[in-house]
């Protein structure tokens, strides 16, 4: 990987090479041919007269695209605590008019482009321009590479420019609109964080035989988004102890809907009285109150959230739960 920085009257610009596979460009490729585009976006935030393409992007399409799972953009996402805003794919003729604006005004918005062609030679031009506050002067144009990743203060002037007439193919750009926790935004848009966790490699010898007992409870059970009911539980219990939740809670989150939900009916008996010599008293209690919606504390909030997030789609109204859950964690904090 290669990294390069500059910087324009202090706010910087940081271009990244070689961060991206060719497994990962040839799959967000394909995505970008298969889009489907409107005229809608415009070459400029605040000007509507000058149309281009463009093709919206939820946060669940994100996810699914593996963008976020590269190292170098996981890394950004960690270690700043981003959080991702707008997210979309413009696509770029040779007849497309592009002029210098701004992203934002306000400190702590970042904007990131991936250059998503896979072949494109220099002579086919469709450089991003960055110029100084007084748009005097044009500082930096960077060459459109392909997989290259251009992350920039979106406080700086700059503008794309159009591919060449001879170009044998459009121009391709995946462009997030990031937070950091500065943003007056950043607590508006899912905490993008919270989908990175890793499955557990130790465990408790309560842990294993509540593992144990659950994989054996939910056999040939069935869940949402193709996976089975015990890899959503397992899920779940996965996320909260990434997050450093206690014993506790954890095996309530791997119990959670055991024994029915609202929305999730379990057609099996369950012996109550083992399950709760199993994970013990407190954690039994937090299952009943997750069972009946009686979300009454942190603990089960967190469990509802780690939920929810295991479940995530892109439904609209998902996304709001988790933001205001989230907002209520935090606030606890």
Request: glycine fraction near 6%; charge should be negative.
């Amino acid at each position: 990987m290669k990294l390069r920085k500059e910087s324009i009257d202090d706010k910087d610009i940081v271009i990244y090479d070689d961060a991206f596979s060719g497994s990962e460009k040839y799959k967000l490729m394909c995505m970008f041919y298969e889009d489907s585009y409107t005229v809608n976006r415009t070459s400029a935030p605040f000007d509507n007269t000058k149309p281009t393409l463009k093709s919206n992007w939820s946060i669940a399409k994100l996810l699914g695209s593996g963008f976020l799972e590269n190292p170098i953009i996981k890394d950004l996402i960690l270690k700043n605590d981003l959080r991702v805003g707008d997210v979309y794919v413009n696509l770029s003729t040779a007849s497309d008019l592009h002029i210098y604006h701004i992203d934002s005004d306000e400190e702590g918005n970042m904007t990131a482009l991936y250059y998503g062609n896979t072949d494109w030679k220099v002579e086919w031009e469709g450089e991003t321009h960055f110029t100084d506050n007084d748009l005097n002067d044009t500082k930096l144009s960077c060459g459109f590479v392909p997989g290259r990743l251009v992350l920039f203060d979106g406080r700086i002037p700059h503008k794309s420019s159009s591919p060449t007439v001879t170009a044998d193919d459009y121009r391709y750009v995946l462009t997030l609109k990031l937070y950091t926790p500065t943003n007056s935004h950043y607590k508006d848009v899912l905490a993008i964080r919270d989908f990175y966790y890793t499955k557990p490699d130790t465990f408790t010898e309560k842990e294993e035989n509540a593992i144990s007992k659950i994989k054996e409870l939910t056999q040939g059970m069935t869940h949402a988004n193709g996976k089975t009911f015990f890899e959503h539980l397992y899920d779940v219990y996965s996320r909260l102890k990434s997050w450093g939740c206690n014993e506790d809670v954890c095996l309530a989150g791997l119990y959670h809907s055991i024994l029915g939900t609202e929305t999730y009916k379990v057609d099996k008996s369950i012996d109550e009285n083992e399950i709760k010599n199993i994970v013990g008293d407190y954690s039994f209690e937090l299952i009943n109150k997750f069972s009946a919606n009686n979300i009454d504390n942190r603990d089960l909030l967190i469990i509802q959230y780690a939920n929810l997030l295991d479940q995530y789609t892109g439904q609209k109204e998902t996304e709001e739960t988790l933001i205001e859950i989230k907002k209520i964690l935090e606030m606890e904090n």
